[in-house]
């Protein structure tokens, strides 16, 4: 026998099922009964897959009404006082507007999940925090997954991560110190697992690949020899999203029943592991990408493997498939028009069957499924082998650039200065930072466009009046740079990826970002150019009704290889290069067409980083030189503008230097400010625009409230360099929260600079 399991599945269903029944409850379009009906089915829907994928145990207490980690918050008692919510008694209600804020408090701080572009809504840890187990949520889904009849194993985020992933706040401590108060409650949790007869339990212990520092290293002995002691159930300790390799000593003397190594990320190193006496479970299945294995190079790893440990080997995919669309199936039109590529791919339905067929393999031999491993591998050859994938004049160019060609002409200061001679900007300059709102207007125009029920003229008409609308709005609330709103924008990379050859698109292959918040990442399968201007007119015309300011508005190229499904046959830093080239040639567009202020947004660059420090510095070098060379050749006074959020920055300030945009914008708000602390410390030379208020949330602020971070601001960065914006993109907001909000902005905005004059 081969065991193999699941560590997640996507929750919001085939079809956003969760995702538009969320949104409907709080909208108060349904109560809470409906969805907690809606829920449940798709729990079953998404077990009855994986059973009949054959799997052993089906994956439980991965689903989540909003986040993982936020469920944990609940489950451990750890839920901030200052929402004054009982972690007992909470209610939906109350566990959304943890997650949302409400009119008395923002929302739980959101930051990327290691290295995906999954976020997670980080702990706020203090000196008082008092935990109790409430392990209602987990037993919930035991108990209907064993109603149906199937084997579960529960997983949950381990006690050193979830501390690690967390954040001190108040009185200066060290969360460390928390860990002796937290695993009572551990206990208390698997426990109640464990009771409703949970064989095995999975705990993710993802830190381990993370520099950790010695002391938290030194307690995962301690910690798992407690838990080892007075938990009735087999703990599998899982890694993933990097080797774990200078842990292996540590890992195979812990007191539990058996490991999970990431073998996709980090197949270098299975050497570590091989002799481990217990039982081990390999990533062998890519849970972070969308490419089809190469079934007959996985059996080649793991039939050796299988011939030395037995019953002892678990097959698994790398990490948790949340991070992969459902199913391929659906994707009629990428298989009739792409047919080579759709072969190419794997979906998780997709995903849990090569799953399936590698267990068949290892139990009854390769002739058992020889049709599907023959199949496997054809796919692997044409790819290999496909004209479509590579372009040499794209190489030839690469291989060309001049030299210093990711460099401006002049340094900083002296491009602001002839920069501020013709933007002529008040102190505290206001602006957006590119989106606004996603009207159901626009969204129908949209769709009826794309089913070829509205013409092309009439699709463009009805977006120039929508940019119209929103430059109209920008006037009356009288901020400084406007933007066209991107009302032509589905999403700011697949629009792009729409336009540049070398990409292509799935209908359906949407994944979760955070909470309700889907997204539906290109694919990049072949080398990548710019067939023709893509922005130039609509911000063109955009300009054309206002005397303002106009900002164009472009994503970067770090960002759109990070929210892409990328190819994996060439270096990620070629890749990035190719696309930075190809945007610099929109940069240059641009402000041919008089458009001189561009943003080129990253807010993926630091979600990019690798997880051990010694992989940053060739990461951030090949990073930035992308960034840089996304604006090659562009004049001293066209002012750079880039944007990036919802990551920690404090340890690449460097590197963020490095960039040389003119301008960055960064969120800050739910940190109450605290990033920017690192960037006055540091004293990033150019100029910032720290986030005033959480765009996330549809909680309006109160001037107060901005008026408070703007004057940390002024502490730290001089009036002359410091710009006022929201924290982000205002595309998922409606209007009248749209409008108050930045009139609250613009206000105390007028307000600070009457003091400064």
């Not at 985020?157 to 409650?185: I, Q, S, Y």
């Not at 004209?387 to 990711?406: G, S």
């Not at 641009?590 to 807010?603: N, S």
Request: glycine share 4%; proline share 5%; aromatic share 10%.
């Amino acid at each position: 026998m081969t065991t193999s399991h699941i560590a997640g599945f996507p929750r919001v269903g085939a079809k956003r099922e969760l995702k538009f029944a969320q949104e409907r409850y709080w909208r108060g379009e349904i109560n809470e009964q409906d969805l907690l009906e809606i829920a449940q089915k798709l729990r079953a829907i998404n077990w009855q897959h994986q059973a009949n994928a054959n799997t052993d145990y089906v994956s439980v207490a991965d689903f989540t009404f909003y986040d993982h980690i936020l469920d944990l918050q609940v489950a451990t008692g750890a839920i901030p006082s200052r929402f004054g919510f009982d972690s007992q008694n909470l209610s939906l209600n109350e566990y959304f507007q943890l997650a949302r804020g409400n009119k008395n408090q923002f929302a739980l701080e959101m930051t990327k999940w290691f290295d995906t572009n999954y976020h997670y809504l980080v702990p706020e840890l203090t000196k008082q925090t008092k935990f109790k187990a409430n392990p209602t949520h987990y037993v919930q889904q035991i108990r209907e997954a064993k109603a149906l009849g199937l084997k579960c194993k529960p997983t949950i985020v381990g006690p050193l991560t979830f501390l690690w992933l967390g954040k001190e706040k108040g009185d200066r401590f060290n969360r460390f110190e928390l860990l002796a108060e937290l695993l009572p409650v551990y206990i208390d949790i698997l426990n109640a697992l464990t009771a409703e007869g949970a064989e095995w339990i999975q705990i993710d212990e993802p830190a381990l690949v993370v520099d950790l520092p010695d002391e938290w290293l030194d307690a995962y002995n301690a910690v798992y020899t407690i838990l080892s002691e007075t938990v009735n159930a087999k703990l599998l300790i899982a890694t993933y999203f990097g080797s774990v390799a200078e842990h292996a000593k540590l890992l195979k003397s812990l007191p539990v029943a058996g490991i999970h190594i990431d073998l996709v990320r980090a197949p270098e190193q299975l050497v570590a592991f091989e002799n481990y006496d217990k039982v081990l479970s390999v990533g062998v299945i890519d849970g972070r990408n969308i490419w089809r294995s190469n079934l007959h190079e996985v059996l080649d790893i793991l039939e050796p493997l299988k011939a030395r440990l037995g019953e002892n080997l678990w097959i698994a995919p790398s990490c948790s498939l949340l991070h992969t669309p459902y199913d391929l199936e659906v994707e009629t039109q990428l298989k009739a028009n792409k047919p080579e590529l759709y072969d190419w791919l794997a979906f998780t339905l997709q995903k849990i069957q090569e799953l399936r067929i590698i267990k068949t393999a290892l139990e009854q031999g390769r002739l058992a499924v020889q049709d599907e491993l023959d199949a496997s591998q054809v796919a692997a050859n044409t790819r290999e082998n496909s004209r479509e994938i590579h372009r040499p004049e794209v190489t030839e160019r690469l291989a060309n650039l001049p030299i210093n060609a990711d460099q401006r002409q002049s340094p900083f200061a002296e491009r602001i200065i002839k920069q501020n001679a013709w933007l002529n900007l008040p102190k505290l300059p206001t602006t957006n930072i590119g989106s606004f709102p996603q009207t159901v207007e626009i969204r129908q125009a949209r769709a009826k466009f794309k089913k070829g029920e509205l013409s092309l003229i009439d699709y463009e008409s009805a977006m120039k009046k929508e940019i119209e609308f929103v430059i109209r709005r920008q006037e009356e609330l009288e901020l400084d740079v406007l933007v066209h709103g991107e009302a032509e924008r589905n999403d700011m990379v697949e629009y792009f990826g729409e336009l540049l050859d070398g990409f292509a698109f799935t209908k359906f292959g949407w994944v979760q970002s955070y909470g309700s918040r889907c997204v539906k990442p290109p694919i990049i399968y072949g080398d990548v150019v710019r067939p023709q201007p893509m922005t130039v007119r609509w911000s063109k015309y955009a300009q054309s009704l206002t005397n303002r300011v106009m900002k164009g508005m472009l994503t970067g190229p770090v960002t759109i290889l990070q929210w892409s499904f990328v190819r994996n046959d060439i270096p990620r830093s070629t890749i990035c290069k190719q696309i930075a080239v190809a945007l610099s040639d929109e940069v240059l567009d641009l402000e041919a067409a008089g458009i001189k202020v561009i943003q080129i947004d990253e807010p993926a660059i630091r979600e990019g980083l690798p997880l051990k420090r010694a992989d940053w510095d060739s990461y951030l070098q090949w990073a930035s030189e992308s960034f840089r060379l996304s604006a090659m050749g562009c004049q001293d006074d066209t002012q750079i503008h880039t944007h990036m959020c919802y990551s920690e920055f404090n340890d690449i300030l460097p590197a963020i230097a490095s960039l040389d945009a003119d301008v960055i914008t960064i969120e800050t708000s739910r940190s109450d400010m605290e990033l920017l602390t690192a960037f006055g410390n540091f004293k990033y030379p150019n100029d910032i625009g720290p986030g005033v208020y959480d765009i996330h949330s549809p909680r309006v602020p109160e001037a107060n409230e901005i008026e408070h971070l703007l004057r940390k601001a002024l502490k730290v960065i001089p009036a002359e360099r410091l710009w006022v914006n929201p924290d982000c993109g205002l595309k998922t907001r409606a209007w009248s929260e749209t409008i108050a909000a930045l009139r609250v902005m613009v206000e105390v905005t007028k307000k600070l600079r009457a003091e400064l004059s």
